[in-house]
């Protein structure tokens, strides 16, 4: 195979008009090099960027002082590369990562939260919306937002419980899958040996696209599937609950209100909790639920600490009264 009979598979390729046989042999030689045990896999998204980036700056560097030789008209190629093998390589890699890299830049202000292996962690952001971020996963966010966005960045997956704000539109950026909400809640998984991201919405409308190529919209029990690598699309309807089972482990309130407490406990036990009191909703309180422990249980610490009282209605439904803390 020439070099220019390789060029054109890739173009062909990137453009999305390549055969059904280039597409198999183009993906094969992507999955050679994004082996399981591969330098590359071993990678986070931050260190991926960076070398991507400096792999740009290099090529871009070396075109400036290298001779090149017309092949074919608006065709050129460097003729300092070695081999075919180095071409697919560098050429493949380079192409179908630059886009991600160049049209998502990543603020450098951002916290950072890291979710160790077999852990879970919780965050309420300055706007009150609620995430949980899964193991093994990565959620970058501002401390305040700003502007007339709310954006985060996440690797890996997470459940989101967004604050209603029709000023200021939510957006998550997962890899190359941009989702954005006004006010709703979902579950986001990204597979990176699999390239794709997978959202699916427990409540409210969700909005997927792939950069500026809207993917589609979704609601409730509704799920979008999309592979960065082949494009290929799929939009199902799906028990939703069933894709945040991952949700379900032990509780752990560190100093959260008495407000967010119970909005973990409606989400956890499916049942509606209000207060008597507003004064109820500000007391704090720190502690872990195990599992298996069920609602009676957890409320009566919950209350005792807090100096208040719940009572289970007819419908099913609790309400928790008292004084209030100072």
Partial sequence: M???????????????????????????WLDQHHAADSAWQQMDKTSRDK??????????ADAKNTKVVKMQPGRVWLLSIASVAAV??????????????????????????????????????ADGSKIAVNSLSQLKYPNTFSGKTREVYLSGEAYFDIHHDASKPF????????????????????????HTVVVTVTRGKVSVANGTERLGVIVHNQQISFNEVSHELTQTDVDAEKT?????????????????AAAQLQRRFKVKISFANEKV??????????????????????????????????????????????
């Fill in 281 to 326: 909703k500000d007391c704090r309180f720190t502690g872990t639920a195990i599992k298996a422990e069920k609602l009676g249980e957890i409320l009566k610490i919950m209350c005792a600490f807090n100096n208040a009282t719940y009572k289970t209605r007819p419908d099913g439904s609790i309400i928790i009264d008292g004084p209030g803390c100072n």
């Fill in 171 to 194: 957006i998550i950026h997962t890899g190359s899958v941009i989702t954005t909400v006004l006010g709703t809640a979902f579950n986001i998984k990204e597979d990176k040996l699999a």
């Fill in 244 to 260: 945040i089972n991952w949700l379900e482990s032990d509780l752990h309130f560190s100093d959260l209100t008495f407000a967010e």
């Fill in 51 to 60: 070398w991507l980036t400096s792999l740009f700056t290099e090529i871009e």
């Fill in 88 to 125: 697919l390589l560098i050429v493949f890699t380079v192409f179908l990562q630059k886009p991600a890299v160049s049209t998502t830049s990543v603020p450098a202000n951002l916290a950072v939260l890291n979710v160790p292996a077999s852990q879970k962690r919780q965050l309420i952001l």
């Fill in 2 to 28: 020439s070099r220019i009979d390789i060029e054109d598979i890739l173009d062909r390729y990137l453009k999305g008009n390549a055969s059904p046989q280039e597409i198999r042999q183009v993906e094969a």
